[in-house]
């Protein structure tokens, strides 16, 4: 291991888990000596308390594709204990804002227009002059329009936590923000869609996988159980949902002329 990254995270204000159980643990990281470092073990259940710290990124992802708990518990908390605050900002703007792309690309399916699948609807539709006017406009349209759909998303799931845990919920909302950004990875997944243009059902599979990602990760942060984490997250899902509903039904009630 690095012992540059061992020191940032022995130097570390945020408080690090055991991936294994989840309990909270002083340091990732032992000190032996001047050059020298170990993983250190949790006290709990006696496993390193977190081996991703030398796995490499592939294979954390794949375990992420896998729902291993132990692996959004790195993401999640460890990963900005080892790697640092502001590279985990980092990476949650860049993933962020992915993820509103996508989310912009994927409503712009539901309204016809996104592909060959949908080639028929959007000529039957065609889309308001108003709007067709600035394609510009357009996308940028789409996209604050991902973004409320993430933040309503997000404000349900805090209520729904509430509900559900009580005071205790999360920390703060931002860190469930965090959260359901980190654990929308998968819908990078629409990629292949923008090239090759799969059947609807596709966009829905990675939807779904994207739910259930979110879900394994609320789990690990909020300390809930499974139907805790499932609740919490078809909130969100359902205010998600009625959203888009609203958007689509909003769309063809447009007038064309
Ligand atoms: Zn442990």
Redesign the pocket.
């Known amino acids: 291991m690095c012992v540059d990254l061992a020191v940032k995270s022995m130097a570390a204000s945020s408080s690090p ?7 909270p ?1 002083p340091s990732i990281v032992q000190r032996l000596g001047a050059d020298s470092v170990r993983l250190a ?7 390193v ?1 977190d081996k991703y710290a030398e796995f490499e990124p592939t294979l954390i992802v794949i375990d992420l594709l896998l729902y291993r708990p132990s692996a959004y518990r790195h993401v999640l908390i460890n990963r900005q204990v080892l790697r640092g605050r502001e590279e985990h900002e980092a990476l949650l703007w860049r993933l962020g804002g992915a993820l509103l792309l996508f989310d912009a690309y994927l409503t712009r399916s539901r309204l016809g227009g996104g592909g060959d699948r949908e080639r028929d609807a959007a000529d039957a539709a065609g889309a308001p002059p108003e709007l067709e006017a600035s394609s510009v406009a357009f996308a940028a349209a789409l996209v604050a329009l991902a973004l409320a759909e993430l933040l309503g998303f997000c404000a349900a799931a805090a209520a729904a936590a509430r509900s559900q845990l009580g005071a205790r919920a999360c920390e703060s909302w931002r860190q469930l923000l965090e959260t359901v950004v980190l654990s929308s990875f998968g819908r990078s997944l629409v990629l292949l869609d923008m090239i090759w243009v799969y059947p609807l059902a596709f966009c829905r599979a990675v939807e779904l996988f994207v739910l259930l990602c979110n879900g394994i990760a609320i789990k690990v942060q909020l300390r809930c159980s499974t139907p805790q984490a499932a609740a919490i997250v078809a909130a969100g899902a359902a205010a998600k949902g009625l959203s888009q509903l609203a958007v689509v039904a909003a769309w063809y009630a447009f007038p064309r002329d």
């Not at 073990?41 to 496993?47: A, L």
């Open positions: 888990c055991c991936v294994e159980c989840g309990a643990v073990r949790c006290e709990s259940c006696g496993h308390a």
